[in-house]
């Protein structure tokens, strides 16, 4: 099967209940705002998220891109039988770009907590 090269956006979700809009949440379904104005019913906003679901998902980022810039930066890793072994170039560059995904995701998610207040 061929791969697109698009890739689909996430789109707030709106809900209109009584003619007042009201944005969910993606992961929850939490209400994340509620009266919205028309651009906001538009769908002309970035939030997807509650800002709970966005604290949790920023702890979450922030222990992988600790535990991965820590592995990049000992340039070696332990085994499973405890042994230390030396990391390859590309296993390091594969770190490094997962380091630069975990930065982007981290970005965003401080962006949707900017919503917020």
């Known amino acids: 099967m061929k791969k697109s090269k698009y890739l689909l956006a996430k789109q707030p979700i709106i809900k209109f209940n009584g003619g007042l809009g009201a944005i969910l949440c993606h992961e929850c379904g939490v209400i994340a705002k509620q009266n919205l104005s028309e651009d906001e019913c538009q769908g002309k906003v970035n939030l997807l998220y509650c ?7 920023l702890q979450s980022l922030n222990k992988q891109l600790l535990l991965r810039q820590n592995m990049y930066n000992d340039h070696r890793r332990h085994n499973i039988r405890g042994k230390w072994v030396q990391v390859s170039f590309v296993d390091r560059m594969k770190l490094f770009h997962s380091i630069e995904l975990i930065n982007k995701n981290i970005t965003f998610f401080e962006q949707q907590l900017n919503f917020h207040v």
Do not use: A
């Not at 800002?51 to 998902?57: A, E, P, T």
């Open 51 to 57: 800002k709970d679901c966005c604290n949790q998902q």
